[in-house]
């Protein structure tokens, strides 16, 4: 008798494991849109001031438009240009996001990366057929091409410490600045 109980479960085990929980995307479309897009669309009010340029600028906040990367959290196995499951469901998020009207008319960086293992031609190209994996993704998905530039840039730009990390593995974005 204790042997089936073990053997059931050990069954269910196995059964659960199959079937392990998928967590949602890392990110929404919204915080992308946040991320990217300007943070006053219709621009300054103006006013006239009759003064000195400090007088008349003391306490006006400057806002610049967000800049720098955005990690995709769009990672690769090992010599790998396939997007897996969780990249994919990231990627819808980064999709959704692209066809929001505040982001329609911005044009976006797709950089592919990759460890520190293998040549330097060997990983450029890899790294290239990342990027151009992501873009594929995106424009099936509803995103103009036109918004989106693809390079690779192997392994110049590990994320971590460790260049033989797997999480150098990835495609970053980053707002294409004319």
Not at 28 to 55: M, N, Q, Y
Not at 79 to 85: A, F, I, M, P, R
Not at 135 to 157: F, H
């Amino acid at each position: 008798m204790r042997g089936k109980f073990t053997a059931s479960i050990l069954a269910l085990a196995a059964v659960c494991a199959g079937h392990a929980a998928v967590a949602g995307p890392a990110y929404t479309a919204e915080d992308i849109v946040k991320k990217f897009a300007p943070a006053d669309p219709l621009g300054k009010t103006r006013g006239l001031c009759i003064g000195t340029h400090s007088e008349c600028n003391a306490g006006v906040e400057t806002r610049a438009r967000p800049t720098g990367s955005f990690d995709l959290v769009v990672n690769f196995d090992y010599n790998s240009d396939q997007l897996t499951g969780a990249a994919k469901q990231n990627l819808d998020e980064f999709a959704k996001a692209l066809r929001d009207d505040r982001l329609r008319s911005s044009t976006f960086l797709v950089e592919g990366h990759t460890d520190a293992r293998g040549g330097e031609e060997f990983n450029l190209g890899l790294s290239g057929r990342r990027a151009d994996a992501v873009v594929r993704y995106l424009s099936g998905r509803g995103v103009p091409a036109a918004q989106l530039t693809a390079r690779g840039l192997g392994k110049s730009r590990p994320l971590t410490d460790n260049p033989l990390d797997p999480a150098n593995r990835r495609v970053e974005t980053r707002l294409a600045v004319d």
